[in-house]
């Protein structure tokens, strides 16, 4: 609607009444400058029409606004507090059914409590999460949801209270549950004892990999990962890999020697930097589309609807089926927003590295990995590396498709 207003297509606006059009104050306001800019003034509702073009119609459409916040907030509020107490009764919450249990969250399903009982066997006996995920898939068993499962689902599913008869609240522990528990609690606090002792001993080296996740394999299209291989005692060769498994998905079947296509994508992004092609690209986008103070705003805005809607689902006000009606289009606006806030953030930088390629090639190496990669991570979305010739000791640059941010 926004757009067509923008554009000319429309010179009206027709809604059921002011507060389905908005319920913050700084949306109305947007809207009327909006309004102001190509000379629409009428607002028409089921109970009045709204002129934006005198002082009388916006003193109205300001205090509907106003109004509209407050009780907005008010059935936020509402809903929070109804939220808070099916916690405290040991109630469950949420639309998806839980692995172990039966649609309604509260029966347990024998066949799955039966592997969740496994699983925590199998970790406290001394397995990784990897290998019980590697034993889930091989195992043919299925996760609630997902197609197949994933190292993160399994630490969710082994973390969580409720396998242990334990209601959650943001993730706070606040009570029993009103479901069986499949473990004893005094079993997942030894899971939580070993998964942070876990985190406690690894400790994470200083980046060598400059393109780490900016790589994609030409055969399957996931992304490379960084892995190095000692051919000979003290011979280290950096590689990014394809990589097969539950946490990678990758067809396992291309490899590429990191130095060389880091040189050649290095220099590539330098050159860029100085090219006219970026100095036009960013002479387009020299008056910002986004305000991301804005943008911040209306995924707030759109959280708390999302939050107004699961209350309204929890309380049998609406069907599975018009919660995912009306989920859908929020969700999708949330996504778009925070797409245009890294797009409006990310060029930031862009703007101040423009035309410093031939300057920053001389420092290049004395910059840390961390510095070089937020350079390159400026102009490079990502690049493609198609598969090599067999037995090759160079790098093919046709091998290598880059994909630029901008």
């Known amino acids: 609607m926004l757009a067509d207003l923008g554009s000319g297509a429309c010179d009206a606006v027709i809604v ?9 104050p700084v949306e109305l306001e947007e809207f009327v400058a909006l309004c102001e800019s190509v000379g629409v003034r009428d607002v028409a ?3 009045a029409d709204i002129d934006l073009g005198n002082d009388d119609g916006l003193f109205m459409a300001r205090i509907f606004a106003a109004f509209a916040a407050k009780e907005s907030g008010r059935k936020s509020a509402r809903i929070r507090r109804k939220m808070l ?10 639309s998806v059914r839980p692995f172990g249990y039966e649609d309604d969250k509260i029966t347990l399903r024998n066949s799955e409590a039966a592997v969740v009982r496994e699983m925590v066997d199998r970790y406290l006996a001394g397995q990784s999460l990897l290998s019980l995920t590697v034993w889930l898939n091989d195992s ?10 994933q190292t993160s689902a399994v630490r969710q599913i082994l973390c969580s209270g409720r396998i242990a008869g334990l209601r959650e609240h943001r993730g706070e522990v606040i009570g029993p549950a009103k479901w069986p528990a499949i473990i004893t609690p005094a079993e997942r606090d030894r899971i939580l004892a070993r998964i942070a002792a876990r985190a406690v001993t690894k400790t994470r080296a200083a980046r060598t990999y400059v393109l780490s996740g900016m790589l994609r394999c030409g055969r399957c299209g996931n992304r490379l990962y960084s892995q190095a291989r000692h051919s000979n005692p003290g011979h280290r060769v950096r590689r990014y890999v394809c990589l097969k498994g539950p946490d990678h998905g990758g067809c396992g079947r291309l490899t590429v020697v990191a130095e060389p296509v880091e040189a050649l994508l290095t220099d590539a992004v330098l050159t860029r930097l100085d090219s006219r092609d970026l100095a036009k690209v960013l002479a387009g986008k020299a008056s910002p589309n986004h305000d991301v103070a804005a943008l911040a705003a209306a995924v707030e805005a759109d959280q708390t609807r999302l939050d107004e809607l699961a209350g309204l689902y929890a309380d049998g006000a609406i069907s599975a ?17 925070r797409r245009d806030i890294a797009e409006a953030t990310d060029t930031s930088e862009v703007y101040e590295l423009a035309g410093t390629g031939g300057a920053l090639r001389v420092r290049w190496p004395d910059l840390d ?13 990502h690049a ?7 037995g090759s000791r160079s790098l093919d640059i046709n091998r290598v498709q880059p994909h630029w941010r901008i």
Do not use: C, F, M
């Open 16 to 24: 059921y009444n002011l507060d389905r059009l908005h319920r913050r």
């Open 45 to 47: 509702t089921v109970t």
């Open 85 to 94: 107490q099916n916690a405290e009764q040991g109630l469950p919450h949420g």
């Open 140 to 149: 043919g068993v299925s996760p609630a949801v997902a197609k197949s499962w």
């Open 321 to 337: 089926r018009e919660w995912i009606a009306a989920r859908d289009p929020i969700t999708s606006r949330i996504q778009q927003a």
């Open 369 to 381: 990995v961390e510095r070089q990669r937020s350079i390159v991570k400026s102009i490079l979305d």
């Open 384 to 390: 493609v590396i198609a598969p090599g010739t067999p």
